[in-house]
Antibody, heavy 121, light 107 residues
Framework: QVQLVQSGAEVRKPGASVKVSCKAS????????IHWVRQAPGQRLEWMGW????????KYSQKFQGRVTITRDTSASTAYMDLNSLRSEDTAVYYC??????????????WGQGTLVTVSS | DIQMTQSPSTLSASVGDRVSITCRAS??????LAWYQQKPGKAPKLLIY???SLQSGVPSRFSGSGSGTEFTLTIGSLQPDDVATYYC?????????FGQGTKLEIK
């Protein structure tokens, strides 16, 4: 069955960086685009960016441009989201999510379980 | 960015009731709209895409309608398992934005 399994919770100090992983199974990883979406406490979902797992192309939300880097390791069927210059407002649950096969439609049929990133001094 | 506004913010209804949630877009998005269900501590689950297409495996009591700027998610007969927060998402532009959510409770 399709699964996206994310790495565990992280605590960082302001100004630090964090890298979250998302391991895919149950489907052909390189046929899909993987997105990253975050949800701050009590807030709406917020799209951050995507990576084409096949060719490595990326696109980022303007809000996070310059602070976020999304990469993938096809041999491990894993996508990564790296966010730097962390501030308290970055405290959120970060999700990876799968788009439609061969397409970038921006709606997501499978999601990871979420990774809580806490930014606190 | 296209802004998405849901109403109501909170909804309380009885088991068996027909329930509707509205989502309005700040500009026309045709039918580029999805609905998700999120239970506490869990990831969102896709219910509807293309404004009215039911995702595989989703119970048929869920339906979506609308186009342009106004959309509706309807639950035909509310079940206890439907307690959750529901989000709409537009994917018209080469990006996407979500509504603020509607929390659905059982009376």
């Amino acid at each position: 069955q399709v699964q996206l399994v994310q790495s565990g919770a992280e605590v960082r100090k302001p100004g630090a960086s964090v890298k979250v992983s998302c391991k895919a199974s149950g489907f052909t990883f390189t046929n899909y685009v993987i997105h990253w979406v975050r949800q701050a406490p009590g807030q709406r979902l917020e799209w951050m960016g995507w990576i084409n797992a096949g060719n490595g192309n990326t696109k980022y939300s303007q809000k996070f441009q310059g602070r976020v880097t999304i990469t993938r390791d096809t041999s491990a069927s894993t996508a990564y989201m790296d966010l730097n210059s962390l501030r308290s407002e970055d405290t959120a649950v970060y999700y990876c999510a799968r788009d439609q096969e061969w397409l970038v439609m921006y709606y997501f049929d499978y999601w990871g379980q979420g990774t809580l990133v806490t930014v606190s001094s | 960015d296209i802004q998405m506004t849901q109403s109501p913010s909170t909804l309380s209804a009885s088991v068996g009731d027909r329930v509707s949630i509205t989502c309005r877009a700040s500009q026309s998005i045709s039918t580029w709209l999805a609905w998700y269900q999120q239970k506490p501590g869990k990831a969102p689950k896709l219910l509807i895409y293309g404004a009215s297409s039911l995702q595989s495996g989703v119970p048929s009591r869920f339906s979506g309608s609308g186009s342009g700027t106004e959309f509706t998610l309807t639950i035909g007969s509310l079940q206890p398992d439907d307690v959750a927060t529901y989000y709409c998402q537009q994917y018209n532009s080469l990006s996407n934005t979500f509504g603020q959510g509607t929390k659905l409770e059982i009376k």
